[in-house]
């Protein structure tokens, strides 16, 4: 959530920000709802002053055994104007609040200004694209081909979205969470953590899907909870309403989670195969840091979830995501596409974000700099370490050999007793 003083005081910064996203807002509606409660509150502080003095005097006539009548009189009428005027401001600051967690954030001055997914900018690119002397079949062909997964049977026990892993497929899933962990944790320093699959809208507000997505969630009937679309929900709140002491960030987690996700807004979208399920595995990278150094924290995360891709060897691309394609929470987004032959293209494996203020303000997590310093809004960051479901696909596909069969990345043969490769049984 963006901070009000800063919209009352910037707003052709926040006018243009929202303008390079693509979004339009009516300011005034928040300036006329914040200079309407500014006067309330003035007014309130004048009256409760007045009460104040009222009170002192009606002491001061007591005790001097004279008649305090009219006064006590003015000061019931004060209370009375007092309460109703706090009503008033209790309302103006939800209708406050209201519209300003329906405002994205504002993107950071070096992301690329551009309306849409064309005018995002490649960064790097790491390995190169295997060529095939065999045409390249899509992940869903091999799998099923080898008996590792089956999308109809998850439709009839579910609906469409939906998969099964099976014998070494589903080995195959626990092999890769396992090396992520592994890697994240005793090579990059993170300390794991398994949340709570269900979490409170105050978790969701906290993150940004609420109420901005709340059609793309899944939510329990009888209770206000909700399935997680990411492990990026429930870590992110782990130090939700705290004020971190001097010397606790960077604070870095890792977590792996299932994680559930209507897929709303992706009808006809990669109707085949693991691309967009309602349901899948995802290792979550989450940093706090201070505000001075998150932007250096983004670009160490980054580094962290292209070692996932460099260690299997499967060759990929980092994008800066453009203005118009930013998530709403972020500051600034580094996609990491990885390389997949049936579509002779890359596509998103990892999105790694950098959302500044914006969370820890919704969320009320903040940290003191030093002991004598006044406390700051942590920066929060949060990325894909990796998407365990693509980089599944992107290892049949990468690694698919003439005979149908899949060779297993070396790096992961230890979390597969060894085994090379996947054949058909």
């Not at 479901?389 to 990468?398: D, F, K, S, V, Y």
Request: glycine residues 8%; contains cysteine; aromatic residues 8%.
């Amino acid at each position: 959530m963006l901070d009000a003083r800063f919209v009352r005081e910037h707003v052709e910064t926040v006018e243009k920000g929202l303008r390079d996203r693509g979004v339009t807002l009516d300011l005034q509606e928040f300036l006329a709802a914040d200079a309407a409660r500014r006067r309330l509150l003035s007014e309130v502080e004048q009256l409760k002053h007045r009460r104040n003095t009222v009170s002192e005097e009606v002491g001061q006539r007591k005790r001097q055994g004279r008649d305090a009548g009219e006064l006590i009189t003015e000061m019931r009428e004060l209370g009375d104007r007092i309460k109703k005027l706090d009503e008033e401001v209790r309302r103006g600051d939800e209708r406050i609040e209201t519209f300003l967690l329906g405002v994205p954030n504002l993107p950071h001055p070096s992301v690329p200004v551009g309306r849409d997914s064309s005018a995002n900018v490649e960064v790097r690119r790491w390995g190169e694209p295997r060529r095939f002397d065999f045409p390249a079949k899509p992940h869903w062909e091999i799998g099923e081909a080898l008996g590792l997964l089956n999308f109809e049977r998850a439709a009839r026990m579910s609906q469409a979205r939906f998969a099964v892993l099976i014998g070494l497929g589903a080995r195959l899933e626990r092999a890769l969470i396992n090396f992520m962990l592994d890697l994240h944790t005793k090579v990059h320093g993170y300390t794991e953590v398994y949340p709570p699959l269900l979490v409170n809208a105050a978790a969701m507000t906290g993150t940004g899907q609420l109420p901005k997505f709340a059609d793309e969630l899944f939510k329990t009937a009888d209770e206000s909870l909700y399935m997680i679309p990411t492990a990026e929900v429930p870590v992110t709140n782990l130090h939700r309403e705290e004020t971190l002491p001097p010397g606790t960030l960077p604070l870095s987690y890792v977590a792996f989670t299932p994680c559930f996700r209507r897929e709303a807004g992706s009808y006809g979208k990669d109707t085949r195969g693991l691309i967009r399920q309602h349901q899948f595995n995802k290792v979550e990278l989450v940093k706090f840091a201070e505000a001075d150094r998150s932007h250096e924290a983004l670009e160490q995360m980054t580094r962290d979830a292209e070692a996932v891709l460099q260690r299997l060897g499967i060759p990929y691309r980092v994008v800066a995501l453009c203005t118009g394609d930013l998530g709403f929470a972020a500051a600034k987004t580094y996609d990491i596409e990885v390389w997949l032959p049936s579509q002779g293209a890359y596509r998103e494996i990892s999105s790694i974000s950098n959302c500044e203020a914006f969370q820890a303000r919704r969320a009320n997590i903040r940290y003191r700099p030093a002991p004598q310093a006044p406390v700051e809004y942590a920066h929060t960051l949060n990325g894909s370490g990796l998407a365990v479901g693509r980089t599944w696909l992107a290892i049949l596909e990468n690694y698919q050999e003439p005979d149908g069969s899949v060779r297993i990345p070396d790096a992961l043969r230890p979390y597969m007793d060894g085994r090379e490769r996947i054949g058909k049984s």
